[in-house]
């Protein structure tokens, strides 16, 4: 069965760096990459990026490219996203989701975690 | 960057209407075009991908089409489990963009 289970929600104040964590479990890991995708309260779903472990690649959204870094552990088939410099604004739920084992980071999400909020307030 | 922009932003419907939602590519994307369906406080899931290919379990009233830039999803006969946040997004490159999502509900 697959599951995508994703780390505790969190709260951080302006200005500091917040990881989340995303532990793939059923399938192959290193056959498809693990998206991040965010949802602020009352809006619509917002692609950050994407990781593929298998051949290093990283893809980030313009608007996240030099605040957001994704990162795998192949050992442990977790995946981590870590977004600095937070704003209120950057308060949402954060998920991740992946394709279809041997997609190799060309595939549609059918897999995704429960979502971490997180929280940006002073 | 491709823009994937949905209509209607919302809609209302009867039980037993049909409904279609568009979603227009600023670029042609072949059918690399993915629907998703999130009701209230739940996570996203997949319904159809490939334009028109329904994932195992999705009810077979909805149904897909489209190619190049213009995609529509239809819902055959609308239920009231159907009431729900309807996305579609470009996903065979990056940016793996959503459009700006069709709210369904019940009249």
């Known amino acids: 069965q697959v599951q995508l289970v994703q780390s505790g929600a969190e709260l951080k104040k302006p200005g500091s760096s917040v990881k989340v964590s995303c532990t793939a479990s059923?399938?192959?890991?290193?056959?498809?990459?693990i998206n991040w995708v965010r949802q602020a309260p009352g809006q619509g779903l917002e692609w950050m990026g994407g990781?593929?472990?298998?051949?290093?690649?990283?893809d980030y959204a313009q608007r996240f490219q030099g605040r957001l870094t994704l990162t795998t552990d192949e050992s442990t088939s977790t995946a981590y996203m870590e977004l600095s410099s937070l704003s209120s604004e950057d308060t949402a739920v954060y998920y991740c989701?992946?394709?279809?084992?041997?997609?190799?980071?060309?595939?549609?999400?059918?897999?995704w975690g429960q979502g971490t909020l997180v929280t940006v307030s002073s | 960057d491709i823009q994937l922009t949905q209509s209607p932003s919302s809609l209302s419907a009867s039980v037993g209407d049909r409904v279609t939602i568009t979603c227009r590519a600023s670029?042609?994307?072949?059918?690399?075009l993915a629907w998703y369906q999130q009701k209230p406080g739940k996570v996203p899931k997949l319904l159809i991908s490939a334009a028109s290919a329904l994932q195992s379990g999705v009810p077979s009233r909805f149904s897909g089409s489209g190619s190049g830039t213009y995609f529509t999803l239809t819902i055959s006969s609308l239920q009231p489990d159907d009431v729900a946040t309807y996305y579609c997004q470009k996903y065979n490159t990056a940016p793996r963009t959503f459009g700006q999502g069709t709210k369904v509900e019940i009249k």
């Open positions: 990781i593929l472990s298998t051949f290093g690649t990283k």
């Open positions: 989701a992946r394709e279809y084992d041997f997609d190799y980071g060309s595939g549609s999400f059918r897999y």
């Open positions: 059923g399938g192959t890991f290193n056959t498809y990459s």
């Open positions: 670029q042609a994307i072949v059918n690399y």
